[in-house]
């Protein structure tokens, strides 16, 4: 191999290794992401570049062709297209954005960071860098999310050893001192393995089985319960009259995932349900592209598919606090979190039904990353997933 080739080789492969093992699915692991800015800066050429943020994302999203064969019970082929689709935003983004200019690179990496985090590149925005701020510091809040980001600047200037090593000095302080986001009192998240059935079964016996593990979980002291994404299927009069009548014997306030139709489409929904009544709690800002949202139909002429809420309801009242609410999805991305974030919740909830993840590291790339934004702000956390 030639010595030109050498260069250009190499980056890529750092860049596939920084991707695989930064989202990996271990919390401490995400800062690995942040070799992604510095190696793009060490690009000699746009094409490089480019081929460095399609190394990077492919790999990290390397989960998404096994998930949507799974989902659709198909081959790898949609799930392969619909990878690259994602893939494309990324390397568009930070191909346009590269520079030879070694003074303009910083400015051009915050846009291109910028453009990654909210719509519409936003929507396909996952393996951010920039979640790993939670674990470089935790606890700092807003001021963790600008140190961060200076980080991420600083890695494409000239003074990247330095601030390499301030990084990694942050980084290992944080992994040696690091607490996991704390359970709020009287919360209990619900953790199921009923595969793809979940949501889908919509049987009298399905809710009662549900039921009783509510119940259960109630009578060992829990006062806010959630289930997972999907976990009551379509929500009718019928079954909110079946949960009501179910929790009069209790106290505890149940938030489950569910599904609410119309003849336009649906909205991917987290209900709060008690013994006095229930009520529509929050409805999913970023349904997944793709297989959920589906912008172009309404072109088409046709109906169906999730709608998305963009900016609607960051924070919600249940229970007598403000939760901020994350659907699957959102978890991967950046805005939802932040816009949340601005209102000072007082817990996160994080829900998915993951059934269709066997096999890959989605789920747990899920966690990590609500994790390490949980650290960053200082909030307890509760998960509820299905698989």
């Not at 860049?15 to 690995?32: C, E, F, K, R």
């Not at 200037?157 to 704390?182: C, H, N, Q, Y």
């Not at 106290?251 to 003849?263: R, W």
């Not at 932040?338 to 993840?357: C, H, K, R, Y």
């Amino acid at each position: 191999m030639r010595r030109e080739q050498l260069q250009p080789t190499a980056l890529i492969a750092v860049s596939i290794v920084a991707g695989t093992v930064g989202w990996s699915g271990y919390v401490l692991l995400l800062p690995v992401a942040f070799a992604f800015p510095f190696l793009w800066a060490l690009a000699r050429t746009r094409r490089t570049a480019a081929v460095v943020s399609a190394g990077y994302f492919l790999a990290a999203s390397r989960g998404l062709p096994q998930g949507v064969a799974t989902f659709y019970s198909s081959d790898l082929l949609p799930g392969l297209l619909l990878w690259l689709c994602a893939c494309a935003g990324f390397v568009i983004v930070h191909t346009v954005l590269w520079t030879k200019k070694t003074g303009a690179r910083p400015r051009r990496y915050l846009l291109a960071a910028v453009l990654m985090a909210i719509p519409p590149f936003g929507i396909t925005g996952w393996a951010h860098p920039i979640a790993a701020a939670g674990v470089l510091f935790p606890g700092w809040g807003w001021w963790g999310l600008a140190a961060a980001t200076a980080g991420l600047m600083g890695l494409v200037t000239r003074m990247w050893p330095a601030v390499a090593i301030l990084l990694a000095g942050f980084w290992i302080w944080s992994a040696a001192t690091w607490d996991e986001p704390k359970l709020p009192e009287g919360w209990q998240g619900v953790d199921l393995e009923m595969g793809a059935s979940l949501g889908r079964d919509t049987s009298i016996e399905r809710h009662r089985d549900l039921i009783a593990t509510v119940t259960d979980r109630a009578s060992g002291g829990a006062r806010s319960i959630v289930l997972p994404e999907s976990a009551l299927g379509f929500w009718t009069p019928t079954v909110e009259r079946l949960w009501v009548r179910a929790l009069q014997a209790t106290d505890a306030t149940v938030i489950a995932g569910a599904e609410v139709i119309d003849a336009g489409g649906y909205d991917n929904v987290l209900i709060a349900i008690s013994g006095d009544a229930a009520r529509l709690l929050y409805r999913e800002r970023m349904p997944v592209p793709g297989s959920m949202w589906q912008p172009w139909r309404p072109l088409l002429g046709a109906s169906g598919g999730a709608r998305a809420h963009f900016f609607s309801n960051p924070v919600v009242t249940v229970a007598g606090g403000r939760i901020a609410p994350l659907i699957c999805y959102e978890q991967l991305i950046v805005w939802p979190v932040l816009q949340s974030m601005l209102q000072e919740p007082d817990v996160i909830i994080a829900v998915g039904n993951g059934w269709w993840t066997k096999g890959t590291s989605i789920v747990a790339i899920q966690r990590a990353s609500t994790q390490a934004w949980a650290r960053l702000f200082d909030k307890p956390v509760v998960f509820s997933f299905n698989t």
